[in-house]
């Protein structure tokens, strides 16, 4: 008879009534025994049909719990104390995170758990690809994979950067010797807290960057909302030791550069320039194959150029003295 371990899946919530039904479908069809599942909702003072949708499919199935979190559980703020309670009412042996605009695939739980490969490994993160067609969504959804694949690559020469709160799961023994979300010093990149702190406590991690755990989620809808999104995940990349810093703002700043320099060496720098974007687009045309994704491969040819712009007003825009705004809430 197969032996699987319990599996408590959290979800936090706030003003996902677009989203929340298609996720918790997604969950639904998983292909793991509902009798070794449960599906944790949390909702953070949703001011939309979010709770109306979640208390339905509550009401209907036994294993899906629906929960209001009002109070705010030691230095947790958001997301992060929502999680926090929710893994105080969880039963499972490991915890699974992801997000309302997320759609998991059927095999989700099972492949995940075959990257806790060893005991020692306390985190395992999956690869999601943002959902969506015309030229902007499109986009997002290249960008999206090629920086997972750098991640990738990273992980492959065990240099951890971080894991992806919307694709991640953990065992909870590694959970609570952070003292869980309550102890870990708050940040808006609560997942990026939660990977380091228990990488800190000696917890070894994996990549998995397979078909099996790849996961759909919604692009944002206007460049405003991709660089608030991103200001807020530079936040957790900030807390990186200063060299990953470093390269991190070199990669976004490389093409800029050497199309500076062309004026002064044109010859050299123009190989160089043709050379890096060549050598990006083949890097995404491989990844989409070995994904198995078949649209999107035409993008490679305005990918570049809508990259340096975009990553250049990034910058700009990480500069600005404005506060991180997340969920209509804003933090310093």
């Not at 893994?87 to 605009?101: I, P, Q, R, V, Y």
């Not at 240099?159 to 870990?184: C, K, L, S």
């Not at 940040?187 to 397979?210: C, H, P, Y």
Request: negative net charge; charged residues 20%.
């Amino acid at each position: 008879m197969e032996q699987l371990p319990y599996i408590s899946i959290l979800l936090a919530v706030r003003n996902e009534e677009e989203n929340l039904g298609n996720c918790l479908d997604a969950l639904l069809a998983l292909n793991y025994p509902k009798e070794k599942l449960e599906i944790l909702v949390g909702n953070d003072a949703s001011e939309d049909d979010t709770v109306a949708i979640a208390e339905k499919y509550s009401q209907q199935y036994d294993f899906i719990r629906l929960y209001s979190i009002e109070e705010k559980l030691g230095g947790a703020e958001g997301k992060a104390n929502v999680l926090a309670q929710l893994a105080h009412f969880s039963k499972g042996e490991f915890l699974f995170f992801t997000d309302a605009d997320m759609e998991v695939p059927v095999g989700w739980i099972r492949d995940m758990l075959k990257g806790f490969d060893a005991a020692d490994v306390g985190v395992v993160t999956g690869v999601s690809y943002v959902e969506g067609n015309g030229l902007w969504n499109t986009w997002q959804a290249m960008e999206w994979l090629y920086a997972l694949s750098l991640v990738k690559v990273m992980a492959i020469l065990k240099q951890p950067v971080t894991a992806m709160g919307n694709n991640m799961a953990v065992r909870r023994a590694a959970y609570e010797a952070t003292g869980g979300y309550e102890q870990i010093p708050f940040s808006v990149a609560e997942d990026f807290a939660l990977f380091w702190s228990m990488r800190k406590v000696g917890w070894d991690f994996r990549q998995l960057f397979t078909v099996g755990v790849l996961s759909r989620t919604q692009p944002v809808k206007t460049l405003l909302d991709w660089l608030k999104q991103r200001k807020r995940w530079m936040q957790g990349a900030m807390m990186l030791p200063w060299y990953w810093q470093l390269a991190l703002v070199l990669h976004s700043c490389l093409l800029p550069v050497l199309l500076f320099f062309l004026f002064i060496s044109p010859q050299w720098i123009l190989l160089l320039s043709f050379s890096l974007i060549s050598i990006r687009s083949f890097w995404i045309g491989s990844v989409l194959h070995f994904l198995r994704i078949k649209k999107g491969l035409w993008s490679v040819f305005y990918f570049e150029p809508t990259y340096t712009i975009l990553y250049s007003l990034l910058l700009i825009y990480y500069l600005l003295p404005v506060n991180v705004e997340w969920k209509g809430r804003e933090y310093q």
